[in-house]
Antibody, heavy 119, light 107 residues
Framework: EVQLVESGGGLVQPGGSLRLSCAAS????????MNWVRQAPGKGLEWVSY????????YYADSVKGRFTISRDNAKNSLYLQMNSLRAEDTAVYYC????????????WGQGTLVTVSS | DIQMTQSPSSLSASVGDRVTITCRAS??????LNWYQQKPGKAPKLLIY???SLQSGVPSRFSGSGSGTDFTLTISSLQPEDFATYYC?????????FGQGTKVEIK
């Protein structure tokens, strides 16, 4: 069974940093592209970042470029999101999502971890 | 960036109704269009990919159509468990943008 489990969320002050993790199991992690998607309270879904299966290709949304860093450790079956210079508008539930197949859809999602940026 | 626009933003329907949600892309995305269902407090769930392909395990009352810039999600006979928010997403190019969502509520 495919499982994605996020961790690392919490309350952080504006300007602070946080590192999210996503532990993957039930599939060959190193073969799949991965993404982070976030959802602000009461709002819609916003794609945040993408990383290829090898880690060689990375994309970011303009809203987080220069502040967030996506990475992965295929030996540990884990995906990460380092978030620096956090702002109030980064407050959201953060989901990791697997990109399945050649159509780049997000076929499996974690349960999400809440990040709250507030003083 | 490709903009995705869904309509309506919300709708009220009864059990057994046929429901249609539309999604328009700001440029052609061929058939790189996905539909997701999200219930409150839960992660999104993939329903349809490549515009019309049903994800494994998804009931056949869900169907998708369209190509280019205009797409449709249809629920042929709305069931109680279908009351949720639905999002389209283009996977043609990065950033893989989502529509703003359509909330399907009980009439």
């Amino acid at each position: 069974e495919v499982q994605l489990v996020e961790s690392g969320g919490g309350l952080v002050q504006p300007g602070g940093s946080l590192r999210l993790s996503c532990a993957a199991s039930g599939f060959t992690f190193s073969s799949y592209e991965m993404n982070w998607v976030r959802q602000a309270p009461g709002k819609g879904l916003e794609w945040v970042s993408y990383i290829s299966s090898s880690g060689s290709t990375i994309y970011y949304a303009d809203s987080v470029k220069g502040r967030f860093t996506i990475s992965r450790d295929n030996a540990k079956n884990s995906l990460y999101l380092q978030m620096n210079s956090l702002r109030a508008e980064d407050t959201a539930v953060y989901y990791c999502a697997r990109a399945g197949g050649g159509w780049y859809n997000f076929d499996y999602w974690g349960q999400g971890t809440l990040v709250t940026v507030s003083s | 960036d490709i903009q995705m626009t869904q309509s309506p933003s919300s709708l009220s329907a009864s059990v057994g109704d046929r429901v249609t949600i539309t999604c328009r892309a700001s440029q052609s995305i061929t058939i790189y269009l996905n539909w997701y269902q999200q219930k409150p407090g839960k992660a999104p769930k993939l329903l349809i990919y490549a515009a019309s392909s049903l994800q494994s395990g998804v009931p056949s009352r869900f169907s998708g159509s369209g190509s280019g810039t205009d797409f449709t999600l249809t629920i042929s006979s709305l069931q109680p468990e279908d009351f949720a928010t639905y999002y389209c997403q283009q996977s043609y190019s990065s950033p893989r943008t989502f529509g703003q969502g359509t909330k399907v509520e009980i009439k």
